[in-house]
């Protein structure tokens, strides 16, 4: 499986395929997957906190990224970053 490095950038589509840069800002293992926080490159470069849209990605087993399915496995991937972001 691939690993992402923190401050890694990519190019992912939104829902109307308009492409945007994201940033890893940071990466879990969490019951058997792995999840990445990423956030727009765009939002990183204004250094202000509290407007930057953090988005929870799941890592498929080709290392593409995935979208969290349920409200339970985003829940619980989101309190396990908010811990992982407080340290």
Do not use: H
């Not at 401050?7 to 293992?29: H, L, Y």
């Amino acid at each position: 499986m691939k690993s992402y490095e923190i401050g890694e950038i990519f190019t992912i589509s939104d829902d109307s395929d308009e492409q945007q840069e994201v940033e890893v800002i940071a990466e879990i293992s969490l019951d058997d997957s792995d999840y990445v926080a990423v956030s727009f490159v765009e939002d990183l470069q204004k250094q202000t906190t509290e407007d930057i849209d953090i988005f929870f990605l799941k890592i498929d087993e080709d290392g593409d990224f995935d979208a969290i399915e349920s409200d339970e496995e985003f829940d619980k991937v989101s309190a396990a970053f908010d811990e992982l972001l407080q340290e």
